[in-house]
């Protein structure tokens, strides 16, 4: 699989992965997507059928979508998306990544425990009252 860095000029088609990977309401517009990679410390890593968001501020990195689109799942894509943006960031000079992720995300949290991320918080009503979640990290130091 070929891993390209995400371009503004693609959030339409990064868009219409993120809309079938979330339930209706979770989507992501191509608008936000384009806003946030034309913002400072934000990168992007594009596959044919997913993508992976990610900032780094000095130090720390987190990503802050990832999303796989059905038609492409459990071939190896998230894992490379999380492997390629944790090098990215560490190459970069981030120490540390963190993320958040929903405690019912099945999926997700056994990609996130696959790629060396750890339980570092619960954060209670994340995402709406009674949706918690957790608080995720990953050294990236040797
Ligand atoms: C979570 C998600 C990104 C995984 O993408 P994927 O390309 O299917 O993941 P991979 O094929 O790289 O799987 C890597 C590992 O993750 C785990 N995993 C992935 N899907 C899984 C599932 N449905 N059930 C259990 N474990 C799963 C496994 O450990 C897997 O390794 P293995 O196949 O060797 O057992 C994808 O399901 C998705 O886009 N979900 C909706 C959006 C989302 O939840 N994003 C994350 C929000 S923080």
Redesign the pocket.
């Known amino acids: 699989m070929k891993l390209t860095a995400a371009q503004g000029s693609e959030a339409p088609e990064l868009a219409a992965i993120h809309a079938a990977?979330?339930p209706a309401g979770a989507a992501w517009s191509a608008g936000t997507i384009a806003t946030l990679l034309g913002m400072e410390g934000i990168f992007g890593l594009h596959a044919a059928g997913?993508f992976i968001l990610a900032r780094r501020v000095l130090d720390e990195a987190e990503?802050l979508?990832?999303?796989?689109?059905?038609e492409?799942?459990?071939?190896?894509?998230?894992?490379?998306?999380?492997e390629t943006a944790a090098l990215a960031a560490a190459t970069a000079g981030a120490k540390v990544m963190f993320?958040?992720?929903?405690e019912d995300?099945?999926?997700?949290m056994?990609?996130?425990?696959?790629?060396g991320f750890s339980r570092a918080g619960l954060r209670r009503d994340y995402y709406a009252p009674g949706r918690h979640a957790w608080l995720l990290r990953r050294s990236l130091e040797e």
């Open positions: 990977a979330f997913g990503i979508t990832l999303a796989v689109h059905p492409h799942r459990q071939q190896g894509l998230g894992q490379a998306l999380v993320l958040e992720v929903a995300n099945v999926p997700a056994a990609l996130y425990a696959r790629t």
